[in-house]
């Protein structure tokens, strides 16, 4: 990472919250009998949760949008 410049500190960040967020997501899962919907029960989760799909939304629109190929419009008289 260091060679392409990326800084290293985000990645170790990520590593030990990914490993705590496996454990919440897990205790959470199993407290809900693995019904997802416990996520969506609460208004503040509902929010974060539909931010997070926005998000991703529009990150997809976007990329699909500067990958489309543009067309010329003639005009015919």
Do not use: C, H, N, Y
């Not at 990645?11 to 407290?31: F, K, R």
């Not at 919907?37 to 990329?63: E, H």
């Amino acid at each position: 990472m260091r060679k392409l410049g990326f800084p290293v500190a985000p990645m170790v960040l990520a590593s030990v919250l990914a490993q705590m967020l496996e454990t919440a997501l897990g205790q959470s899962l199993l407290i809900s009998q693995g019904s997802p919907l416990v996520f969506f029960t609460r208004p503040i989760s509902a929010v974060f949760m539909g931010l997070a799909l926005l998000s991703i939304g529009r990150g997809i629109w976007v990329l699909m949008r500067t990958e489309a190929p543009e067309v010329a419009v003639e005009d015919v008289a």
